[in-house]
């Protein structure tokens, strides 16, 4: 972890591989970092690993889930609950099961502000 970055309450980073949490990054409560999987297509169900990187001032929201080998560039944002099987470009948000591009992180904050109470 970085300077001035954040793992929330009940977060689970499990590190079978790296896990960086860069400077000013987010990782909000009980979000899932998993390093490791198995490789299905072998009868041995071998273990497979890949680091995990959460970039400069990235957001994860609450409950996402971080598969190994994804890295999560700088400003970018995954929804609450998404589940990240591929890495997500420098300020686009994602969301969903599996997680989609959505946006990108100013017009989020943007339409978010525009919908409801919340400030930019």
Do not use: W
Not at 40 to 54: D, E, F, Q, R, Y
Not at 62 to 82: K, M, N, Q, T, Y
Request: charged content about 20%.
């Amino acid at each position: 972890m970085h300077d001035g970055a954040a793992l929330g309450d009940r977060a689970n980073a499990y590190s079978l591989a790296e896990i960086e949490i860069c400077e000013g990054a987010t990782v909000a409560q009980e979000t899932y970092l998993c390093t490791g999987t198995h490789d299905l297509t072998s009868p041995a169900m071998n273990l497979m690993v890949g680091k995990i990187t959460v970039g400069r001032n990235a957001f994860v929201g609450a409950r996402a889930f971080v598969l190994p080998g994804v890295s999560i560039a700088e400003d970018a944002v995954v929804g609450a609950c998404a589940v990240v099987s591929r890495s997500v470009e420098r300020a686009d948000v994602v969301v969903g099961a599996p997680a989609r591009v959505v946006g990108r992180r100013k017009e989020a904050v943007s339409l978010a502000a525009s919908i409801g109470d919340l400030k930019p």
